[in-house]
């Protein structure tokens, strides 16, 4: 595997459900990073990795709850989502941590779908 | 703080030229560009870190100005692997950390 991998593609849920999108980096980096695409809008960062720590949460509701295990995985815990949730979540990875020198790389996202 | 890109959409025939624009009510201290191709993932073009600084990647080129806190991305002589959404992007700083906001997007469509 290279590159950012993201498991699973594609994911239907309802809404009292819980599961877990997986993502991993073979890059070697060191921040980890989710994002949520809607429809017709941008991408929003949501939760913010370095070193494992958890730096930033842009208020993020709590029925999503992130786990960075080690600087190679990360994963995204859902529960009891609501259909506004739905969206392609993308995850991303640095050398180093958010700044104006270093390009984020990604992974090909989950599109969740909330019933 | 999400920077504005224009126009939201444009369709090019192969071979025409396009500028996409990024602009911000904040201060630019960089500006990140990606290209999203269809139910893939974002991928990176260039960072521009100095105003007035200009790049190039194959026939894409972009500028910075960073009095008027904007940067555009050119697209010359535009190919079929050119479609896609354009994002540019920002990092910014809140009180609890870094951010990073990208921008609202622009539609690339080439026809033959």
């Known amino acids: 595997e290279t590159g950012v991998t993201q498991t699973p593609r594609h994911l239907v849920m309802g809404m009292t459900n819980k599961k877990s999108l997986k993502c991993e980096q073979h890059?070697?980096?060191?921040?980890m990073y989710w994002y949520k695409q809607s429809a017709k809008k941008p991408l929003e960062l949501m939760f913010v990795y370095n070193f494992k720590e958890q730096t930033e949460n842009n208020s993020v509701p709590s029925r999503f709850s992130p786990e960075c295990p080690n600087s190679s995985h990360l994963f995204l815990h859902l529960h009891t989502l609501q259909p506004e949730d739905s969206a392609l979540y993308l995850c991303?990875?640095?050398?180093?941590?958010?700044?104006?020198?270093?390009?984020?790389?990604f992974g090909p996202g989950t599109r969740l779908t909330v019933l | 703080q999400q920077p504005v890109q224009s126009p939201q959409a444009v369709i090019l025939r192969e071979g025409e030229d396009a500028v996409i624009n990024c602009s911000s009510s904040?201060?630019?201290?960089?500006v990140h560009w990606y290209r999203q191709k269809h139910g893939e993932a974002p991928v990176f073009l260039m960072i521009l870190l100095k105003g007035g600084e200009q790049k190039g990647h194959e026939k894409i080129s972009a500028s910075f100005n960073e009095k008027k806190q904007q940067s555009s991305l050119y697209l010359t002589a535009s190919q079929l692997s050119y479609s896609g959404t354009y994002f540019c992007?920002?990092?910014?700083?809140?009180?609890?950390?870094?951010?990073?906001?990208f921008g609202t997007g622009t539609s690339l469509t080439v026809i033959p």
């Open positions: 992007g920002t990092p910014g700083q809140t009180n609890t950390g870094n951010q990073f906001y």
């Open positions: 991303a990875s640095s050398q180093g941590h958010l700044s104006s020198y270093n390009e984020q790389f």
């Open positions: 890059l070697g980096h060191n921040a």
């Open positions: 904040k201060a630019l201290y960089s």
